[in-house]
Structure formats: structure tokens, C-alpha cells
């Protein structure tokens, strides 16, 4: 069975810091991969995906995650956060052909 | 059409009524999906489908729950004597032929429901 863990239900950086939120993924075959960030009252908007093809994903607002196979992670990451950046993000596993399963969600918060 | 879009966007209903929530999928998918997202339990698959039938609803927490989707387009999702635990925001989303390369799911912006 797959499942997703986010560790860290809340992390908090400065405008300007890295970010990093992290994700673990269990599959028995290699699977697709996702990040999605939910803005409050709003649906998900699709991140980054990855989908067998470069390890290292470039996302949407300066986003990037490198898929470890070793490591079975697909962490997240941002060099310098900005205050739009405060959200929800979830990491989401699926196999072809299924439905998503998500983690739990990390709520990043960004302080001036 | 543009995006996936859901309606209503907010539902206030009383214990035991019925409720039928509604999704517009991207023009073109054939793949949809509901979820619930609840304050308990996060992020969770309902039901999947391809075309007009569902190959997947393991999802369904009881049989009060239902959904159908017609001409590969449209999907209500019903809920029948609605209880307090069902209080949630349904997601839905669409995709490509799921299996065929087309993963990517593309979320709308759900329908709070609130069962007082």
C-alpha cells in the first residue's frame, strides 16, 4: 500500500529564508509524485510533479523538489520565502491509473 | 471549460436532509475524482471515475454516499440523511486518461458543506 508522510505539521521562516518541507513516500513501484499548495478558503493548485523523468523539479512561484529514490523523499523546496508564500502545501503519491493520497499537510507561515 | 468548477460553493443543510454537490470537470477529461477534506482526517479519496463508470469508489465512507457522472462530463456527488460528521469541503478534480500518462489532477475549488 502507498502512503505519504509530511514531517512537520507546521513550519515557520523568515521572508527571505530557505524553505524546506519535507516528504516521504512509500510505494512498492515507482510512483508519480506531487506537491499542491492551498491558499485559505481555496482548492489545491498544483505545484510540481514528477513523473519518472528528471529527478530535479522545477515548480510554479520559484518552487523546486528533487525525487531521492534512496531516500524514498520528495522534499520541497524554496531559496528565499516571500509572506505569499504562507500556505497549506500537501505531497501526494499515486500510482497510474488511482487516486491521489496525500499527506497530512505542512502549514508553512513566512514573519517579516 | 477553464478550470474544474463545483457548485454550490457553500451548503448549510440540517441533519438528515439529502444534499447533491456538483462537478464541472476541464473540458476533455475523462478522469474524475472526489475528495473530502475534513478537519480530522485531511485529505481523502471517495470515489474515481473513468468515462461514466466508477472503477474505484472504496472511498465511500457509507452507503448514504453516491455519485454518478453522465455524457463523461458532469458529476453529482449525493448524500443522503446528511449527519454532522459529514461536515467537510468535497473537493473535486479532473485529469487526462489516468493511466495513459495523463496524471495530473486539477482540483476545483470545493463545496463547503456544513451539516447543522
Known amino acids: 500500500a502507498q502512503s505519504v508522510t509530511q514531517l512537520g505539521s507546521h513550519v515557520s521562516v523568515s521572508e527571505g529564508a530557505l524553505v524546506l518541507l519535507r516528504c516521504n513516500y512509500s510505494?512498492?513501484?515507482?510512483?508519480?509524485l506531487f506537491w499542491y499548495v492551498q491558499y485559505p478558503n481555496q482548492g489545491l493548485q498544483l505545484l510540481l510533479k514528477y513523473t519518472s523523468a528528471a529527478t530535479l523539479v522545477k515548480g510554479i512561484n520559484g518552487f523546486e523538489a528533487e525525487f531521492k529514490k534512496s531516500e524514498t523523499s520528495f522534499h520541497l523546496t524554496k531559496p528565499s520565502a516571500h509572506m505569499s508564500d504562507a500556505a497549506e502545501y500537501f505531497c501526494?503519491?499515486?500510482?497510474?491509473?488511482?487516486?491521489?493520497?496525500f499527506g497530512k499537510g505542512t502549514t508553512l507561515s513566512v514573519s517579516s | 471549460g477553464a478550470g474544474v468548477s463545483q457548485s454550490p460553493s457553500n451548503k448549510v443543510t440540517e441533519k438528515g436532509k439529502d444534499v447533491e454537490l456538483r462537478c464541472d470537470p476541464i473540458?476533455?477529461?475523462?478522469?474524475l475524482y472526489w475528495y473530502r477534506q475534513s478537519l480530522g482526517q485531511g485529505l481523502e479519496f471517495l470515489i474515481y471515475f473513468q468515462g461514466n463508470s466508477a472503477p474505484d469508489k472504496s472511498g465511500l465512507p457509507s452507503d448514504r454516499f453516491s455519485a454518478e457522472r453522465t455524457g463523461g462530463s458532469v458529476s453529482t456527488l449525493t448524500i443522503q440523511r446528511t449527519q454532522q460528521e459529514d461536515s467537510a469541503v468535497y473537493l473535486c478534480?479532473?485529469?487526462?486518461?489516468?493511466?495513459?500518462?495523463?496524471?495530473?489532477?486539477?482540483f476545483g475549488p470545493g463545496t463547503r458543506l456544513l451539516v447543522l
Open positions: 510505494s512498492s513501484v515507482p510512483p508519480y
Open positions: 478534480a479532473s485529469s487526462g486518461d489516468a493511466g495513459y500518462g495523463q496524471e495530473t489532477q486539477y
Open positions: 501526494a503519491v499515486k500510482q497510474a491509473g488511482t487516486a491521489l493520497i
Open positions: 473540458s476533455g477529461h475523462t478522469a
